[in-house]
């Protein structure tokens, strides 16, 4: 009997052989024959991903290694849509009956039930494999990377570097990760696209104290898609730059609070502009009504010098991705064009509930969660100010050159923190300063940010929404926000 | 995911043909429903049945490897294990873990899973609540954020030396978060969360009012001038300070001087007289109650703060081994092991020589809620900047606070504080009362 006339009542006793330890064209035929269960049953859509992920974290504390941790995890969540309702189940199991009882229990959820027993089954056709992992040298990634002996040896140099560099040391940290990640995605509507993701992080955390003084310091540095990076990893010139700060801090006076003129520096200054603006233009939002800007596509939301992108295309950044987590290859995304919004930030279902069009930006942390509209490379684009044309405009304000966290509530109300600061006087910079959060309303700031120079950065950040904590860019040459509440003492 | 006994004997097997002679597995399995809503439909409904183990081996060199995987039947441990062994070359050569000397004491076994609703009545009962939110006020424009879950737990522990903990447990939950709109007002907002056993023992109603009464006391709002106040901590806010600066008590991090107090802080005043705190995981009001921590070490009440002295840290076993000190249950496994707090108990210590009331008092700052700590908190200095949802409260009326944030030292707060009230607050996080205290910074206009 050819396979698209399957009956259900054969599904229990088929024999599916699906590669077991990765996802390649073998996964077709379990995947086309659940995926047609599920239309059969009465989903309006359905959609598998499956992941497997080997991942290793690594701790250097002063001069000693303190912990290294792998972590092997696979699973699979299949999402079912009827109507604009939908439903995410997840599962550790992925044999052909552990992935099929994931799909029941979705089903049922949204009142829908697998065909009778002899009721056809007819397979999805499922594109040729999209296969982005066998491109770029992917399949030997994981092995490329550092070893466990490697990661040692490279995070206690780094930390030796650290002692001989910084003053009133009182506890240094190198630590490392690296997140390999292999998924597969097949979907109803012919979706099959598999990709590997590698990602890795290595960064110091610096505490001084003298007397009663202290302060800490932190500096990360990301990639995306290369091996050799914990290799490359230039930890002399990091080290100088997190000793230099944390001497800086330690003797810092706290901030006065008040309304401010603020410079951000560039690179991780970003996160304002992550905070303050692209959460609220994920259609996520728009779902919610949670954003000023739902509906202001086409008209102006921030200051005419302000250009905004979002995209996954950058090479080895760490918000960028060759499909997103539904199977859609990445683009660049217009955001805002000289203080004009163009576009939002949409998944599948923010596409369907909003009617915007899909950006390849449904993103998701794991198995464990549904895909949502997420930022991937989000960066200010560079204006034609020099910093110091941005300097010279401000007689009494606060240069922001380190950001910390942040977040923006469902108000729009933002805030973040400022790891380093420090007093500007007559355009000049004079002292450090601790202590510091940025509050603000997202439609007010967007028309603040007045001047932006020509020295575009881009820093690796981690953001914390709906579908879980994902890899991302943010970046910004120095811009200059005209004011804003700053908290402090 | 299979037993705790087929696991517990398929690695005994395993590691005897791999020669491991030393090990041990800390594991969960999580069965989960979650609903949410938006104006009376279904939005996203979502299920997982998960389970991961981590295993940890000692080499013939006594080093230790981790592993930690999601894939426990037999092939999948025997992954583990190995790779945890090949970890084991490279783990710490000092002060490495060892099986705690607690890890056999005779504790009950808590079994208790409670029987999960339907899906159906889970989004019905959403609904319900939403629709009264949306009631309760013409201002309240939507609830953005809402969930009502239920979740089955089991966790175990073994090791090669026979011993075996287990415990089970039901818990469910529901938060309603609601913003507001009003033609040339800024949108306000407000929420409030519960947490139970089960759907049928959760106060429901209890969270639809204290979010309504929230979101409508925030739609009078007006901005506050930044200075010095008194300020009253919520029993959530003050807790939240708390857990930010729980390097404190945390007898790891002092070891890695990554905290604020130093093993020499054992019996000094670090608070006010009328303050103290315990951990108590095993509280009858704390809903997650954990019999046995990372290392099977049993839980148990541990004091902290005793009138304002600091009584006690908490520890794994290797740290109370370094600081001559007991085990408490607050280990979590690893590679490098770590310490946390389960659920703390606030409350009042030396009685207080003036009794204070929102009632009477004049021009204090009630904080209710305090956001962003992930940003505004320096845990290592000690000091904090923070944006907080309040009111200004003036002889019983209250205003809201729009945009504002309060900053200060934590050691400097504890000292500050001028009052504990008696009644106290159970809360999903721990129990407190309100805390007022004395000269904080809080920056409006």
Redesign the interface.
Known sequence: MPSTLLLSKELPSLKYVATGDRFDQTWEAPLATLLGLGRAAGADFVEFFLERVNYISCLAEDDAITSISPSLSTGAGVRVFRGKADCYVSTNDLSFSGLKAALEKGLSILGLHLPGPNAFVPEINLELLRDYASVRGKESWLSDCSSMREMGEILLSATTELNHKAKHAQSRRASYFRDWQEVLVAASDGTFARDIRLNQSVGYSLLCADGAHRSSISKRVGSTSDPAFLRGWAYSTDADEVADSAGKMLYADYVESGTYPIIMANHFGGVIFHEACGHLLETTQIERKTTPFADKKGEKIAHESLTAWDEGLSSNEFGTIDMDDEGMPAQRTLLIENGILKNFLSDRAGSMRTGHPRTGSGRRQGYTFAAASRMRNTYIAPGDYSVEDLFASVDKGIYCKKMGGGSVGATGEFNFGVEEAYLIENGKITKPLKGAILIGEAKDIMNKISMCSNDLGLAAGFCGSISGSIYVTVGQPHIKVDSITVGGR | MPSVNEISSNAAAIAQQLGIQKYDIYGSSVDE?SVQV?FG????????????VIVRVWNENNSL????????DAK?LE??LK??Y??S??????NVPDFSPEATVPIEEVNEHFPQAP??RLIETLVQAEKQLLEAHPAI??V??NGLSQRDISKFYVNSEGAVRREAGSYASIYL?S?TEQEGK????GGAYRMNHSLDQLDIDGCFKEAADKTISHLNYNKVK?GKYRVVFSPEAFLSLLGAFSNLFNAQSIL???SLSTPESLGTQIASPLLSVCDDPLHPGNIAQERFDGEGTPTRQVPLITKGVLTSFLHSSGTAKRMNAQPTGNANI???VTVSPHFYHVSAGEPGEQHLSLETAENVIWIDDL??L???V?A????F???FDGWLVNKGDRVSID??????DFLSLLKSIVYVEAEEEVTPGGISPKIWVDDM?V?G?
Do not use: C, M, W
Request: proline share 5%; glycine share 10%.
């Open positions: 429903t938006d439909e279904p939005k996203q409904v979502k299920a997982s049945n998960r389970s991961s490897g981790v592993t930690s995987t999601t894939d426990v999948g992954l583990a790779t945890a090949e970890a070359h490279f783990g710490a050569k000092e899906v159906d424009a939507g953005p954020y978060y913003k800024k949108p306000r907002s930044s890695d001087k990554q690893g590679a490098k956001h962003a992930h940003a505004g320096n290592l200095q000690g000091s900047s923070l944006p945009s504002a944030t309060i900053a200060g910074s920056t206009e």
